[in-house]
């Protein structure tokens, strides 16, 4: 059954008709398709660009498909119609093509030292082992892999630097060779350092970047996907392992209480900011929303700029497109302007993924 849709495209700004045939978009009349929108703001499908459907509460390890289709089909309800997931131990490429769940694009399981992560999460490797490893874990995801660049160093007992400069620009290497993205999860001021300057492709969290660093990922075009939800926890991390690992509580504390600025100072430099919430473990899913009102309350990134991060400069960065001819069936519709009342993300009055009506 084809679909009609009608109202203000996004980003053209202009009132369209547009209509869905199976999983395509066609700017061109289709007859007989139903009309399901006559007015709104049409905008290309959310991507939740940091996301994790094979990690369930408590940072438990999800072992079967119906869970990780559960998390996915929480996303998909707020509008979230692509997933990167940036790190998953249950390997699932069976659910890509699912027509009921949102497109996944995976980085494969997390790589990182024994004993140095969640437990049970990541595939522990040393750094001799990791360049195999990277390529390995290419092979297996749909496009990225996922490296976990610091830690808390229980010796130290503050935050410390998983693999040493050498290992990491290896697996770049390993990983870009096979075809593969490289995300790396940091905290760190020692390791983002040189984590950028090996190449990899997207700093996840960040809060350890500099104004140097800033100008250096935007020339480099190295993406910042903050996740300011996860960030919020600090707080919370810091107070449980004040008693053990004070330096540690306070660098937390620290590194969250200067992160809207850091955030604000990515976007003026010029680094490409994604919208990621790191659903799984610690956040629950369904909180793109949430996550893009933090990024423009508290970082004072403009709405249209949030609006953009989360929907056709992330599918696009994705290698995914957007409500054009050929494009991919993927529509969330809002009532009001999102670029001008950001809350409306909150309430999307229709979501059509993969040219079928989710709601």
Sequence with gaps: MALHLRGVLLPDDEVRDVWLVGDRVTLEPVPDAVTVVTGGYLVPGLVDAHCHIGIARGATPVTDL????????????????????????????????????????????????????????????????LPDAAAEQARLGGGWIKLVGDWIDRTAGDLGPTFDEPAVAAAVEAAHAAGARVAVHTFSEQAVEYLVRCGVDSVEHGTGLSADLLDEMARRGTALIPTMINIATFDA????????????????????????????????????????????????????????????????????DVLAAASWRARSWLGLPGIEEGGLADVVVYDRDPRTDLSVVREPSRIVLRGRIVR
């Design 237 to 304: 991390i810091a107070a449980q392992a004040e008693p053990k690992f004070p330096a540690y509580a306070e660098h937390m504390r620290r590194l969250k209480r200067d992160f809207p600025d850091l955030v604000g100072a990515a976007v003026d430099a010029g680094v490409p900011v994604y919208v990621g919430t790191d659903a799984g473990g610690g956040i629950d899913h369904g909180l793109a929303a949430e996550e893009m009102l933090l990024l423009h309350e508290k970082a004072g990134m403009a709405a249209a």
């Design 66 to 129: 119906d869970t990780a289709r559960a998390l996915a089909r929480i996303d998909r309800d707020a509008g979230v119609l692509t997933i990167r997931d940036a790190g998953s131990p249950l390997h699932y490429p069976e659910l890509e093509d699912e027509p009921d769940l949102p497109r996944l694009v995976r980085a494969g399981r997390h790589l990182a030292p024994p004993k140095r992560y969640l437990r049970g999460v990541a595939h522990e490797v040393t750094a001799d082992e």
